[in-house]
């Protein structure tokens, strides 16, 4: 196994040098109409590529895990990225260097990073094209019963994983029915032998120490490598993390990747970034003309201005168009499909999502988001927290102009619990999986799904 992952890594490292170099020499004849190199030049590439390599070591761009997700790599590249870019900038600036172009520098950047990206995603494309072929996998077994490996036979039996389930062995007397074959824990040790077993996949309860340890020794003494996913029913639905507060392993039940706070500092960036983009090219306009609408519409304020539940459960002001006539139910009663409450106008802002765009300046100023769970009124967050299980995770990050559940649907009145819980699953899930590019996702969707209509809109 340990030489297929060198294999791999060999086959990224050549793959991002090479797309490096390509950059860079692209940008030189954009630049100067020649590929003829001079000196300085090719020290900048060389500098550049072994730059680049020291710090994807740092940050494993170049081991390829089989469960890992494309986006948490991306991620890890655009990180390599920068930081490529600011020690190059520094050792540049320290040595009083003034015979690189500046233009080409631009190019050759900008080139660097599209390439990369397209052939990482590429690469992992072809990767997995290449294990479904029945390549680059490792062979496996399994200890456990059926009902406690449910989920992981069904994750290494498929094959862009780069797993071969070759079989499970149970600890009983009674024959396991699965699609995998199965066999008493007696014949684990001939088998292994046998059929050259990598990884060894334990799923069993681990009270029982003696016979857990000899699994261990016998996994150690057989180079083969023991994974241990043990029966955690009660936390079956839960992504689990195990964590070491010095020496002691910890159980954390929920990944939340904007406990971070290099991760808070670039959500929070990437917020500024777009609200004010949003606020100057869009709301510098159409709030004027917004405004002249909805004051012919009906007589009251141009903006609609709440108590919601923000991070923490700590009220905020929140920000929308009036799309009702005033009334004393705004605080107590949702929007439903034919409200007559609603003005002219204000169905069609409702309709379109253009009654949100004042929150931009919610996230301006730093108690939204552009992506997160949306803030329910104060009424609605104390009720539904009740009698729905996981509804107060949502406060636990910023709340969001869209979010999760809104760019897969949910959107406008909840007319029963099931609506609410659905919401709660898809916001909890979006909580335990962060990234920024899940973000940019969500916002293009909420996009597409604006132009495409969606009838749940009140």
Not at 63 to 84: C, G, H, M, P, W
Not at 361 to 369: A, H
Request: charged letters at 20%; one cysteine or more.
């Amino acid at each position: 196994m340990r030489f297929k992952k060198n294999k791999l890594s060999i086959f990224f490292i050549v793959g991002d040098t090479f797309h490096l170099t390509l950059a860079f020499l692209l940008s030189y004849h954009i630049s100067f109409f020649t590929f003829d190199f001079t000196d300085n030049y090719l020290f900048l590439i060389i500098i550049t590529n072994l730059i680049w390599l020291f710090n994807g070591m740092i940050f494993k761009i170049f081991d390829y895990e089989r469960a890992s997700r494309i986006e948490f790599q991306i991620i890890n590249i655009f990180k390599v990225f920068l930081l490529t870019i600011l020690i190059e900038s520094t050792i540049l600036f320290s040595i009083k260097s003034n015979t690189f172009s500046s233009e080409l520098l631009i190019n050759a950047y900008t080139l660097t990073f599209l390439l990369l990206l397209f052939w990482r995603v590429f690469s992992a494309f072809l990767l997995k094209k290449y294990r479904r072929l029945g390549f680059n996998f490792n062979k496996v077994v399994i200890i456990g019963s059926v009902n406690n490996s449910k989920q992981l036979i069904q994750f290494l039996s498929n094959p862009k994983h780069g797993y071969k389930l070759l079989a499970l062995f149970y600890n009983n007397y009674e024959k396991q029915k699965t699609s995998c074959p199965s066999y008493p824990i007696e014949k684990l040790e001939e088998f292994c032998y046998q059929y050259s077993v990598e990884e060894i996949f334990f799923t069993e309860s681990i009270y029982d120490e003696s016979y857990l340890s000899r699994i261990i020794k016998f996994c150690d003494y057989n180079m083969i490598r023991l994974k241990i996913s043990p029966d955690f029913q009660a936390f079956k639905q839960r992504k689990l993390i195990i964590d070491f507060y010095g020496a002691l392993p910890v159980i954390i039940l929920r990944n939340e990747p904007l406990q971070d706070e290099f991760n808070r500092l670039i959500k929070r960036i990437f917020d500024i970034i777009f609200s004010s983009i949003a606020i100057i090219l869009v709301l510098s306009w159409l709030l004027p003309l917004l405004s002249i609408l909805i004051k012919i519409s009906s007589k009251g304020p141009v903006f609609f201005v709440q108590s919601r539940s923000g991070l923490d459960n700590i009220e905020f002001k929140c920000y929308k168009f009036r799309t009702m006539v005033v009334n004393s139910l705004s605080d107590q009663e949702q929007a439903t499909k034919n409200d007559i409450r609603i003005t002219k106008i204000g169905r069609f802002l409702r309709k379109t999502s253009l009654d949100e765009l004042p929150q931009f300046f919610n996230v301006f100023i730093g108690n939204m988001s552009v992506v997160g769970p949306r803030p329910h009124m104060l009424v609605h967050t104390k009720s539904y927290s009740e009698i729905i299980d996981n509804y107060m995770v949502r406060q636990l990050v910023l709340p969001g102009i869209t979010g999760a559940a809104q760019a897969n649907g949910f959107r406008g009145e909840t007319k029963n619990i099931k609506d609410m819980q659905d919401r709660v699953k898809y916001d909890v899930w979006y909580i335990e999986n962060w990234s920024l590019l899940l973000d940019i996702k969500l916002i293009l969707i909420t996009f597409v799904n604006l132009f495409k209509g969606q009838d749940k809109a009140a």
